[in-house]
């Protein structure tokens, strides 16, 4: 039997909902030479019911139980062990896979000689309809950028890209959430070669009420991930590879940010020298650092700091929501804040914390639930985004 060229890897706990759409959608690839991987791990509804009937119909299809829910870092482990190809790719057991994923992404994969592809996803509802909003891939990444940018936050989706398979990189089984992004970045620190495919090969479902939950969780298991790397060993790691000093402090006050850490991200700020930045990064670096000072109630150093931003090229609704935050707090001129917030819901209506503010400051009470945003929103938001829109 010839040796597969793709390994599609497919962890599944208790998908009867979905199991079956989504198979067929992997064996409706329009590209032959891969093989299916499915790992049950310890499913306890239909799902070993649906996988065997697909056993018998198509017995070439690798079927992998584990007696016990392990959590999906183990699935994929589990998976990554049974797999004989030189590319893995990971779908999930409730998303629809378009024809040509596999073979426009290895297409683009040989071409460019890449050891990971990232594309972009359409997204759909619980019952499969289109939601109208994709995952698109921000036009600043590039394959030089990527290691810097993805330390400031996640642009990772396991479930949207194709890898040449290296044994000795595998998830972190600590992790039942975020286990991507972790392995991304060990990936990444590896000098992994990184590219971008700016095309929708898929469909991912959108459960109501998952994104909201999951998103405490997902925020630990992100500062346990930032936790694993020390400021001293990273710096030294970015200056080989020839990023400015500018852009690694503020890539250091950024993850501090996410470790909950203020006034170390506030000594990185310190470090900066303008002439070090570009005007985005100044942008940047201003807001977050209005994000520090607000972290610790400095509200005075935060207005400056956002105010600075506002005043920039560069638009984007965080910046509003937090300067009508901090304007609160220092002058409690409410007429201003209402415009702020106004003109940050004019460029993204469906932000969430602005939205909130604006209910409270209308209802002049639980001031104190005023929503800070810590980030700055991605350009694409609007069109979509795998984690809550904050």
Same mark, same amino acid.
């Given at each position: 039997?010839?040796?597969?060229?793709?390994?599609?890897?497919?962890?599944?706990?208790?998908?009867?909902?979905?199991?079956?759409?989504?198979?067929?959608?992997?064996?409706?690839?329009?590209?032959?030479?891969?093989?299916?991987?499915?790992?049950?791990?310890?499913?306890?509804?239909?799902?070993?019911?649906?996988?065997?009937?697909?056993?018998?119909?198509?017995?070439?299809?690798?079927?992998?139980?584990?007696?016990?829910?392990?959590?999906?870092?183990?699935?994929?482990?589990?998976?990554?062990?049974?797999?004989?190809?030189?590319?893995?790719?990971?779908?999930?057991?409730?998303?629809?896979?378009?024809?040509?994923?596999?073979?426009?992404?290895?297409?683009?994969?040989?071409?460019?000689?890449?050891?990971?592809?990232?594309?972009?996803?359409?997204?759909?509802?619980?019952?499969?309809?289109?939601?109208?909003?994709?995952?698109?891939?921000?036009?600043?990444?590039?394959?030089?950028?990527?290691?810097?940018?993805?330390?400031?936050?996640?642009?990772?989706?396991?479930?949207?890209?194709?890898?040449?398979?290296?044994?000795?990189?595998?998830?972190?089984?600590?992790?039942?959430?975020?286990?991507?992004?972790?392995?991304?970045?060990?990936?990444?620190?590896?000098?992994?070669?990184?590219?971008?495919?700016?095309?929708?090969?898929?469909?991912?479902?959108?459960?109501?009420?998952?994104?909201?939950?999951?998103?405490?969780?997902?925020?630990?298991?992100? @500062?346990?991930? %930032?936790?694993?790397?020390?400021?001293?060993? /990273? =710096?030294?790691?970015?200056?080989?590879? &020839?990023?400015?000093? +500018?852009?690694?402090?503020?890539?250091?006050?950024?993850?501090?940010?996410?470790?909950?850490?203020?006034?170390?991200?506030?000594?990185?700020?310190? @470090?900066?020298? %303008?002439?070090?930045?570009?005007?985005?990064? /100044? =942008?940047?670096?201003?807001?977050?650092? &209005?994000?520090?000072? +607000?972290?610790?109630?400095?509200?005075?150093?935060?207005?400056?700091?956002?105010?600075?931003?506002?005043?920039?090229?560069?638009?984007?609704?965080?910046?509003?929501?937090?300067?009508?935050?901090?304007?609160?707090?220092?002058?409690?001129?409410?007429?201003?804040?209402?415009?702020?917030?106004?003109?940050?819901?004019?460029?993204?209506?469906?932000?969430?914390?602005?939205?909130?503010?604006?209910?409270?400051?209308?209802?002049?009470?639980?001031?104190?639930?005023?929503?800070?945003?810590?980030?700055?929103?991605?350009?694409?938001?609007?069109?979509?985004?795998?984690?809550?829109?904050?």
């Amino acid at each position: 039997m010839k040796k597969p060229t793709i390994s599609v890897i497919m962890p599944v706990y208790n998908g009867e909902k979905y199991l079956a759409e989504a198979i067929d959608s992997v064996l409706s690839q329009t590209f032959d030479g891969f093989e299916f991987i499915v790992v049950n791990d310890g499913s306890t509804d239909r799902t070993a019911k649906i996988l065997e009937k697909y056993r018998i119909e198509y017995p070439w299809i690798k079927i992998v139980t584990l007696e016990v829910n392990q959590g999906i870092s183990k699935a994929i482990n589990v998976g990554l062990a049974h797999a004989n190809a030189e590319y893995v790719c990971f779908v999930a057991a409730d998303d629809i896979q378009y024809p040509n994923r596999l073979e426009d992404s290895y297409r683009e994969m040989v071409l460019k000689k890449l050891d990971i592809l990232m594309f972009e996803f359409d997204m759909i509802d619980d019952t499969g309809n289109p939601l109208g909003r994709s995952m698109r891939i921000p036009n600043f990444l590039t394959e030089t950028n990527i290691l810097l940018e993805e330390f400031k936050r996640n642009y990772f989706f396991s479930g949207a890209c194709l890898i040449k398979f290296d044994p000795k990189i595998q998830f972190d089984t600590n992790l039942r959430t975020s286990e991507d992004y972790d392995w991304f970045l060990r990936m990444l620190m590896a000098d992994k070669k990184v590219g971008f495919l700016r095309k929708s090969l898929l469909q991912v479902r959108v459960h109501k009420g998952s994104l909201s939950s999951n998103h405490s969780y997902s925020y630990e298991a992100t @500062k346990y991930i %930032l936790n694993k790397y020390d400021f001293d060993s /990273l =710096f030294h790691f970015f200056k080989i590879r &020839g990023f400015r000093e +500018g852009e690694i402090w503020l890539t250091f006050a950024i993850m501090c940010i996410t470790k909950e850490e203020p006034y170390n991200g506030l000594d990185f700020i310190a @470090k900066i020298q %303008l002439e070090q930045l570009n005007d985005y990064e /100044l =942008f940047c670096k201003y807001f977050y650092e &209005g994000v520090l000072h +607000g972290m610790v109630d400095r509200w005075d150093y935060a207005y400056e700091c956002f105010n600075k931003s506002s005043k920039m090229k560069y638009k984007n609704a965080a910046v509003y929501n937090n300067l009508a935050v901090a304007t609160y707090w220092v002058n409690r001129d409410t007429s201003l804040v209402t415009k702020l917030l106004q003109e940050a819901l004019l460029y993204q209506p469906q932000y969430f914390d602005a939205s909130e503010n604006l209910k409270i400051i209308n209802n002049a009470k639980e001031i104190k639930q005023l929503q800070f945003t810590k980030r700055l929103l991605r350009d694409q938001i609007i069109q979509g985004d795998k984690e809550l829109i904050k």
